[in-house]
Each structure stands twice: as C-alpha cells, then as structure tokens.
C-alpha cells in the first residue's frame, strides 16, 4: 500500500546532496516543524514576525559563513548558499509562508494549534506551504551539521505573499536578483504530486512534475440600464442580459488543449499502466452579486478563467468577447496574467531529469515520472526572467480519500 506521508525532508536533503539515498523521513515531527503551523502568517505584521523568530529554530543556517541571509520586501527571506564552484549555474528552491485565512468551524483541532496526532501535524499551512519551507531548512540544517559543503551554489526563496500574488515577496526577490545579474539553472517549487488511485485501472502510483502551469484572467461582466422596480419590470433587465452572456460562456467552452503541451509524454509514459484515461474536463467558476427585489441599474458577474499554457490572455478575452457577442455587455480584466513558457523536461534538461532521479530515489516504488502541468499558479512565475527550467513538485502521495470530508 502507499504510503501516505510526507518525504519532503528527505527529498530536500537529495536534492541538496545530488545523490542517491533511500533513506525516509517518517514525518514532520520535532519541535520545529510543529512550531510553523501555530503562526497563522495571514498578511498581519505580527504574525510575519513570529515567522520570522520561528525560523531561529535553524541556528546552523544563520551561522554558517557561506550562507548569506536577507529579508526583502519587510517579511520575504532569500538564503544564498554559495558553493565551492562558482563556475557552475546556481539554481533556487522555493516556498511560501503565508496561508489563506482558516476560519474556526470545519475543523477537527484548531486550525493554528500545530496538533500532533497519530505521527501527523495538523494546522493550516501543513500542505500549502509550510511543509516546504520547514523540510528545505531542516534539510540544509541537518546537511550542515555534518560539514556538508554545495559545490553548486543555490537559493532559498521564501515569499510572505504568494497567495495574494506575491507582488511585495517573489516579485521583489526576483528583482533584486535580477539586478545582480543572477541566472538560474533551475527552480523546484511547490505545485504537483505523487498520484495514487486518481485514474480507474492505473493500480501504480504515479509522480507528475508539472513543467507548466496555467496563466488566469479575473473578467468582469457588467452590464448598465435603466433602474427599476420588481412591480413594473422592462422588457429586459440588467440582469438577464447579463445571466444570457453568463449561459452563453457557460454552454461555450474554451477550445479542447487534450494532448497539447507536456500532457502527451505523460499519455506515452503511461500508456503501458492503464487502458486509457476516463475523462478529463474544465470549469470556471462564477461569483454572482447578491441581488434583491429593486432591479438595479447595473449587473455584474465576475469571472475567473485559468488560461491553458498554449493559450494568451488576449485570446480568451478575444473568445470571451465572441461567444458572448453582446455590445451591451462590457468586459473589464480586472487583472490578468499569461502562463509561463514551458519548461523543458526533454533528456538534456538539467532540473527535470534530477527531480526525476531524486523523487525514483528516494520513492523506489515510483517506476513512472511524467510532466505535467499545474492547475493553480505559485510564486515561481515571478522568476521566468532568470531562468527556462521551473519544475513544480511535493513530495505528497495525493489520494481521492484525501478530499473527502
């Protein structure tokens, strides 16, 4: 049976040695992984400076003479471990440290009390992302402890606002780099998994390290009439004219992308474990305006499209703006970004190829690495300018019982 549990630490240290082991990390269990999920770090200056404390728990790597350590952007952390050949290209690791807000309810222990049950930490963060950065600092703490010396140089990047766009975290890094002159070999960031039971008639789990990920569109529909009352509609309303330009998009998918990009190697790769892949399918997601009994001048409808890596921006808006075919409805991109250029994952591609042999190494049940792409967007996207080689992975064992409530 899969096994579960996180390997991150072990990942880390691999990739960070460059060589074979199949040693495991059985969970995250000392002190100080317990420590990040207890620190909400949403946004609040407060909680960006326990973080910051929190990381204290890493003394080797603030004192180790060729490490060098800087807060960008007030709350960011960017480590530059610096290698014994300055002749090779460095490359970055990444992680974030802020969180989405947890409400209370829904909760089986409090979503920040760091909770060990049963050899698992429980908290908000635990997954996305803190996993991340407390497995790529123990891994180097522990690397350092005993006299490990890189000879390729590396970063550490930890962003404090990936989840609200990261424009004060990863975009200043990436700038400040920039300014320096830095390129990178490679990025390994947070993004797919190891996939266990997802596909009927694939018994073998699988890993994906997605090679790209998709761009997103924030549209909004308005629509502008005259006010009215519910007692004496018109003939048409701001919003049915609007609900017609939302049904339009919704009976109109976006062109069918099955097998374009890295999804057709990861068909041929797997071709041999299954008979053939069900279905794959998207869906946008639609947020409405509360609406009441006045009729109300304006309507609006805000939608979020997630841009297939051979698509643009321009093009969905341009198929937003012809499937609605409305002059009546106009569109405002509330804000909007391309996908990043794929990443290579061929023979030669440096990054790829040794996630690939550290993920077989250190998960030897994993007979198949595939590429991929991934679904959401991460802190990786602000470095496309230092680098061609962005690979996005957890060392997760992802199962279909894991979303069930």
């Known amino acids: ?103 209370d309810e829904g909760w089986d222990v409090p979503p920040f009390s760091g909770l060990e049950r049963n050899g698992f930490i429980y908290g908000r963060g635990t997954i996305d992302n803190k996993n991340s950065l407390m497995g790529i600092l123990q891994a180097l703490e522990l690397l350092l402890i005993r006299n490990y010396i890189p000879r390729r140089s590396f970063f550490i990047a930890l962003g404090h606002d990936e989840e ?16 320096r002159g830095v390129q990178l070999a490679f990025i390994v960031d947070e993004g797919s998994f190891i996939f266990d039971g997802f596909i009927p008639g694939l018994k073998n789990p699988f890993a994906m390290v997605a090679v790209s990920q998709k761009g997103l569109i924030n549209l909004m529909l308005q629509v502008n009439t005259t006010p009215g009352h519910s007692s004496a509609p018109p003939k048409e309303t701001s919003i049915g004219i609007l609900a017609a330009a939302v049904n339009r998009l919704e009976q109109t998918p976006m062109p069918n992308m099955f097998g374009d990009g890295p999804m057709k190697m990861a068909l041929q790769e797997l071709a041999n474990e299954f008979s053939f892949p069900t279905n794959l399918f998207l ?14 001048a304006v309507a609006q409808a805000i939608v979020n499209f ?62 198949i690495v595939v590429p991929g792409t991934c679904v959401g967007n991460t802190d990786s996207r602000h470095y496309s300018n230092l680098t061609t080689g962005i690979y996005l992975f957890n060392p997760l064992y992802l199962q279909p019982q894991s979303f069930r409530l």
């Open 283 to 296: 869906s946008n997601m639609w947020l409405f305006r509360p609406l009441v009994n006045v009729i109300p």
């Open 164 to 179: 609200v766009m990261g424009v004060n975290g990863a975009q200043k890094i990436s700038a400040l780099l920039q300014a």
């Open 306 to 367: 997630r841009i297939h890596p051979a698509q643009t921006v321009q093009e969905v808006l341009k198929l937003a703006k012809d499937i609605v075919a409305d002059d009546r409805v106009q569109f405002h991109v509330l804000n909007a970004f391309d996908p990043p250029p794929i990443s290579p994952y061929d023979d030669q591609a440096l990054g790829y190829q040794l996630l690939r042999q550290t993920i077989q190494s250190v998960f030897p049940e994993i007979n």
């Open 1 to 103: 049976m899969a096994r579960p549990y996180i390997c991150l630490l072990a990942l880390a240290a691999v990739l960070l040695l460059g060589i074979a082991t199949i040693s495991r990390s059985r969970g995250l269990r000392d002190k100080a992984h317990q420590s990040a999920p207890r620190i909400p770090s949403q946004f609040s200056q407060e909680e960006r400076v326990a973080m910051k404390e929190a990381l204290k728990v890493f003394p080797t790597v603030f004192k180790t003479s060729f490490i060098r350590h800087e807060v960008v952007g007030e709350y960011s952390h960017l480590f530059t471990v610096h290698g014994s050949d300055p002749s090779l290209q460095p490359y970055m690791l990444l992680a974030h440290i802020d969180v989405v807000p947890a409400p």
